[in-house]
């Protein structure tokens, strides 16, 4: 394409787009004269404006004006602390809170496992102290019974011992009753006691001894002679008995 063509070319666009709006503009009244004359019987109300309208453009606001810079921050002076003197607690106080503070350090909750041991040694140490219990005094009533039985073993005993004394007494003041003569003008109080000392067959070691006269010397005398007379005197053949005898006091009344 030369140079003159393309030159001409833009310039045809242009005068067809120029008789194209002139032809629209003649078209366009004579369609809406040819309307308005087939409804005339239609009334319009028509505003006449002198010019189009025109759209109010909002005023360009100003932009803000920019703050104030913040003034410079004050610098405070930090205050210095107050110095705290720490009071002097009594030795006596100051021991009790660190022997506190110590045993709440040892304070160790305890596991289960060892909670259950010490139930454990705590019952079994229960059980053997009651045993020893049951069995101190089972061993004091033993004991209670044994001294009790002895008790009554010796009590049969001495009266077992006392009745034969008695009866080994009587047949010696028997049979030196038998050998006493009668003393008259003696009164049925009246008692002489003499000490002997006997053999095991029974005979004399020596003389009586006259221990409580009667107040009456013949019968003192008498009763003297009566006890000489009456050797062998009976005396138990039980060694146990025996010694009972050796020393006897004998009470002689008429």
């Known amino acids: ?23 629209l503009a003649f078209f366009v009244p004579l369609y809406f ?6 409804h005339s019987s239609e009334k319009y109300m028509v505003e006449m404006w002198d010019s189009l309208p025109t759209t109010e453009v909002a005023p360009k606001q100003e932009p803000a004006p920019a703050p104030p810079p913040p003034p410079p921050p004050v610098r405070m002076e930090p205050t210095p602390p107050a110095k705290v003197v720490a009071p002097v607690l009594p030795p006596v106080k100051a021991e009790i809170e660190i ?14 496992a060892k909670t259950d041991e010490k139930k454990e040694k705590a019952a079994a140490k229960a059980r053997q102290e009651a045993e020893q219990r049951e069995l101190a005094a089972y061993e004091a009533n033993s004991e209670q019974r044994r001294q009790a039985v002895q008790a009554q073993v010796r009590a049969e005993v001495t009266a077992a011992t006392q009745t034969q004394i008695d009866r ?26 003499f000490k002997v000392t006997l053999l095991p067959d029974g005979m004399l070691m020596g003389d009586p001894v006259l ?14 002679r009566a006890i000489l007379s009456a050797e062998p005197l009976p005396v138990p053949t039980d060694v146990s008995l025996q010694k009972m005898f ?4 004998l009470s002689i009344k008429p």
């Open 1 to 23: 394409m030369s140079a003159a063509a393309a030159y001409r070319e833009p310039h045809f666009f242009v005068a067809g787009a120029l008789a194209l709006a002139v032809h």
């Open 33 to 38: 004269a040819t309307r308005w004359q087939s």
């Open 99 to 112: 022997r506190d503070k110590k045993s709440k350090k040892a304070e160790v909750k305890p596991s289960p």
């Open 168 to 193: 080994y007494q009587d047949m010696i003041r028997n049979k030196i009753r038998r050998k006493m003569r009668t003393v008259s003008d003696v009164p049925e109080s009246a008692e002489a006691i």
């Open 211 to 224: 221990v409580k006269s009667s107040g009456f010397p013949t019968y003192d005398d008498a009763a003297e």
């Open 246 to 249: 050796r020393e006897l006091k």
